[in-house]
């Protein structure tokens, strides 16, 4: 995996639902979704995003129907 960035990709649980891991900086927070590592991530069910934009995250995720939701967000110390 990179130093600053890295991805793991979705997998599937049977159901039509993939699963995946983004390892990279916070680029920008709104009320609805976050943007880490260029990829759109959409809060839902009450989540926010407390990090400041530059925050190395690990965002655990599951993409139904194309839309990638969030379903924990980590800060992670960034690699040396």
Known sequence: MGAARGSQPARGDGEG???GVIYAPLLEVHP???????????????KTCTYKPGTSLEVLY?????????EAITPVKPAR
Do not use: M, Y
Not at 32 to 46: A, C, E, P, Q
Not at 62 to 70: H, M, S, V
């Open 17 to 19: 639902v993939a699963h």
């Open 32 to 46: 609805d979704r976050i943007v880490v590592g260029g990829r759109t991530i959409f809060l839902l069910d009450g």
């Open 62 to 70: 599951a993409e139904k129907n194309g839309r990638a939701e969030a």
